[in-house]
């Protein structure tokens, strides 16, 4: 069982800022303590060392010492500790007291390093909350209860999202991300789980069916009756070989036998276009009727070829997606097969057990979970047509991520917003860490850690950040109380009256006024931005249609958009920020910025009326009212 034995007293970690003397059941660990390790340290023992005494030492103000030599008191590291650590799974760890000192030792590539984080967020209140902001309190004494004996065991073998602050290593090791897509996770870290070629839809690639088109168009998938490179035909024995010999390419060029896992994804391209051919037809129909039998069934075979080279720590990584998201039947994944499946088509404001809005993606899981032992997910947790506005999914991350455990999943990517640094004007740093944080342990004390994550990050006034965050939480959805991650600012939060919003701007206010540095100041402007594009598209606050400062209101956020330095305001609507017409950032609603310059008809419409608005407020801004409200 995977799980956290932990036994700590309530309010230690505050109780180090007033020195004390500990109590007989509690050690003080303090600077004539040693940090012992083998005469001839591994590497892993070398940088848990080099961590804790970096670290430590800070705390105190006065060095501690690292030593080969047992002193008097002392925590000892992997080899050197007394733990047992047998039964635990790899990359795992056990911190415990025995006799008096304290004992640390992990399994694996990754389990005494990660275990060396832990020690100091748990007894040194270390939190790195953001790539810049990491808080230690200084103290001459930790304390550690003498009855400590902590095991945990990763809940993923793999964990990966995007933002920010995860690309950043020091923030991996302490929050617990270990997937290298978008991270370098040094071999004295324990490596990472990388991918080697592609991340996904590499198929085509793979199976060469740019080269092959005219030759063979056998090898193309049979599409609508025509042969297409979309995609490949997965039942053609040539392209197996084809395909096979290129994934082994990879390997001899790119294997590392040392590393905790290596993936060689073969997954389809980013389209509907699977072959409908005679042979991949009645394949599947003899597997249920489902277009994944035909991937399982190539990938199996791939799969089957990497281990007779024997490729141990590799696995072949294929998509539950679109037209193969449906589990097959009479056919099941080999053990070194990954299938990711994507919850790209579900509803965020409710769980993905929930039967009636993600009762299909539920169905799915659970198929998979029954045949596949390397299950992975492709998560998302950002608003990619309206990357400006709330995307208020702040309630579902623990839960889902309970889900995929609970479901046999064994890895995780959560597509977050990876163009953070061209649009960083919503809640991106606080959703990370709530996403690494649920990765490293689903049953984490959540609500403790965004209460901690808001005092850092937004300051004093954190409270009223995460009174915004749970306001907003309980208003995610549309009317029917969905929140998909397409929906326009309309959908995405059901109306406050004018009475909640300015409860809420006062929240808003009270956080700027309790804020102590600049950057807490901007961290809680910068947020706040997505409240007022809210506001904006919906017609409240300073954007009323009754108001006749709409429109100036709505140059100044633009403006303070700019100044954030956001560029881009959605994934695909690749229109620069910068470029959109005056008038059209005056009397477009901000979801329509991106279209205004197209001379939508409605668009234009809405914007006629709001020129109206303006001239004639009380008259015309019922009318554009109305407007929005039908046409959202
Ligand atoms: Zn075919
Ligand atoms: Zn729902």
Redesign the pocket.
């Known amino acids: 069982m995977k799980r956290f034995l932990t036994v700590l007293l309530a309010g230690l970690l505050l109780a180090g800022t007033v020195p004390f003397a500990a109590a007989a059941d509690t050690l003080a660990v303090d600077p004539t303590w040693t940090i012992l390790i083998p005469a001839q340290p591994t590497a892993a023992e070398r940088f848990a060392a080099d961590k804790l005494q970096s670290c430590l030492s800070e705390v105190f103000g006065t060095q501690i010492a690292v030593s080969s030599q047992a002193g008097e008191k002392y925590i000892a590291l992997g080899a050197a500790s007394a733990c047992d650590v047998s039964e635990i799974a790899d990359n795992g760890y056990r911190i415990a007291v025995i006799d008096g000192n304290i004992h640390i030792n992990g399994t694996a590539q990754r389990g005494l390093q990660i275990a060396a984080y832990r020690f100091l967020e748990e007894f040194c209140g270390r939190k790195v909350y953001t790539s810049t902001l990491t808080v230690l309190p200084k103290s001459e004494q930790i304390l550690v209860p003498a009855d400590t004996d902590l095991v945990y065991e990763p809940f993923f073998e793999s964990t990966d999202t995007d933002w920010k602050s995860p690309s950043d290593t020091e923030y991996s090791m302490a929050n617990g991300l270990t997937n290298g897509s978008r991270r370098r996770l040094s071999a004295e870290m324990g490596g990472s789980v990388d991918y080697l070629g592609g991340f996904c839809h590499t198929i085509g690639g793979l199976c060469e069916t740019e080269k092959y088109k005219d030759t063979h168009p056998e090898y193309l998938?049979?599409h609508d009756g025509e042969r297409t490179t979309d995609q490949p035909?997965?039942?053609?024995p040539d392209v197996l070989e084809i395909c096979t010999k290129n994934v082994l390419k990879i390997l001899e060029e790119k294997h590392d036998p040392n590393a905790p896992l290596q993936i060689v994804s073969v997954t389809q391209n980013d389209n509907f276009s699977n072959?409908?051919?005679e042979?991949?037809k009645a394949f599947e129909a003899a597997h249920g009727g489902k277009s994944s039998a035909?991937v399982v069934n190539f990938v199996n075979q791939i799969a089957d070829t990497v281990k007779e080279k024997g490729y141990d720590n590799v696995a072949i990584d294929t998509f539950a997606y679109y037209y193969s998201q449906e589990a097959p039947t009479g056919i099941v994944p080999r053990d070194n097969v990954i299938i990711r499946l994507c919850s790209i088509q579900c509803c965020f404001s409710h769980p993905l057990d929930r039967k009636q809005c993600n009762g299909s993606f539920y169905k799915d899981l659970t198929d998979w979970a029954k045949i596949c032992n390397r299950l992975y997910i492709w998560d998302y947790a950002t608003n990619y047509a309206h990357t400006c506005t709330v995307f208020p999914d702040f309630g579902v991350i623990q839960r889902n991520m309970q889900i995929f455990y609970e479901n046999n999943v064994k890895g995780v990517y959560v597509e977050g917003n990876y163009y953070m640094s061209s649009c960083d004007t919503e809640f991106g740093e606080l959703r990370a860490y709530m996403i690494s944080k649920c990765l490293q342990d689903p049953y984490c004390d959540l609500e403790s850690e965004v209460a901690g994550f808001c005092d850092a990050y937004y300051g004093p006034g954190g409270q009223y950040m995460k009174q915004i965050v749970d306001t907003f939480t309980q208003h995610a959805g549309s009317f029917d109380n969905e929140l998909h991650i397409y929906y326009g600012s309309w959908s995405c939060m059901r109306p406050f009256t004018s009475a909640e919003v300015r409860r809420i701007d006062g929240l808003w206010e009270q956080a700027k006024q309790a804020a102590e540095t600049d950057a807490q100041r901007q961290n809680i402007e910068r947020s706040e931005l997505s409240w007022r594009w809210w506001k904006a598209c919906a017609g409240k606050g300073e954007f009323s249609f009754f108001s006749a400062e709409r429109g100036d209101n709505k140059e100044q956020l633009y403006n303070d958009l700019l100044a954030s330095g956001a560029t881009v305001f959605a994934e695909f609507f690749s229109e620069d920020l910068r470029e959109i017409a005056p008038e059209v950032i005056r009397y477009a609603s901000p979801d329509d910025w991106h279209v205004g310059k197209e001379n939508d008809a409605g668009v234009q419409r809405q914007m006629r009326i709001e020129r109206l608005a303006e001239r004639f407020p009380p008259l015309f801004g019922l009318v554009a009212w109305f407007y929005t409200l039908t046409h959202s």
Do not use: F, S, V
């Not at 035909?233 to 053609?236: Q, R």
């Open positions: 998938a049979l035909c997965l039942t053609n072959c409908q051919c042979t991949c035909t």
